[in-house]
């Protein structure tokens, strides 16, 4: 079956470290990518997307991805975390053409200590 | 600006009975999508709405679902009969277009049936 699949279900971290969440999926053909966010309390919002063009894209508040066509991946990156980074991190995809809908990974929770 | 607003925030109901579930997307978001997500799960796709017309209901995980959505804007999903298998949180989202890939969540419904 068609899937998204996010390796890491939880990560803590202290403040300063690096950060990499796994996403990969198994879809062939032209995909379009995206990182959504959910802080504390708050709704599901959009970090960055992947359409076209160069593989590596940037995002709101430092984060940014790699798409990596041939290992079907796109992972997401800080150099820096901070504790209000502390959220949970969904990775989703949908295939081009008229189908709307995105197909989810299950979410990476992640624990940033001060 | 207003955001996308659902109700009611929390819903517990009898087995057999049927609920209602409401989204009002952000003004002007011609397309409306709704998803479920179960304990452990990650978010599932239902169905889209582009106006008043749903072109993908393929999400819909069994008859006793249906959506409506009047003057391309509020949308009803509602559960006939509903099952102890149909609690979840009930998220609703909405994009100034389709193909505009940036979905706005609102706070989602949490559905228990008892």
């Known amino acids: 079956a068609q899937s998204v699949s996010q390796h890491n279900h939880h990560v803590i971290l202290s403040e300063a470290a690096s950060l990499e969440l796994g996403c990969n999926y198994s879809y062939g053909g032209t995909v379009n990518l995206f990182w959504y966010v959910q802080y504390p309390g708050q709704h599901l919002q959009l970090l960055l997307k992947?359409?076209?063009?160069d593989p590596l894209v940037k995002g709101i508040k430092g984060f940014e991805a790699e798409f990596i066509k041939s290992k079907f991946s796109f992972n997401l990156r800080k150099p820096s975390v901070q504790w209000s980074d502390t959220a949970e991190y969904f990775c989703a995809v949908n295939r081009d053409g008229n189908n709307r809908k995105l197909i989810w990974g299950l979410g990476t929770s992640l624990g940033v200590n001060p | 600006g207003a955001g996308v607003s659902q109700s009611p925030s929390n819903k517990v109901t009898e087995k057999g009975k049927d609920v209602e579930l409401r989204c009002d997307p952000i003004s002007g978001h011609t397309a409306l999508y709704w998803y479920r997500q179960s304990l452990g799960q990650g978010l599932e796709f239902l169905i889209y709405f582009q106006g008043n017309s749903a072109p993908d209901k393929s999400g819909l995980p069994s008859d006793r679902f249906s959506a409506e959505r009047t003057g391309g804007s509020v949308s009803t999903l509602t559960i006939q009969r509903t099952q102890q298998e149909d609690s979840a949180v009930y998220l609703c989202?909405?994009?100034?277009?389709?193909?505009?890939?940036?979905?706005?969540f609102g706070p989602g419904t949490r559905l228990t049936v008892t």
């Open positions: 989202a909405s994009s100034l277009r389709d193909g505009a890939w940036e979905q706005y």
């Open positions: 992947y359409f076209s063009g």
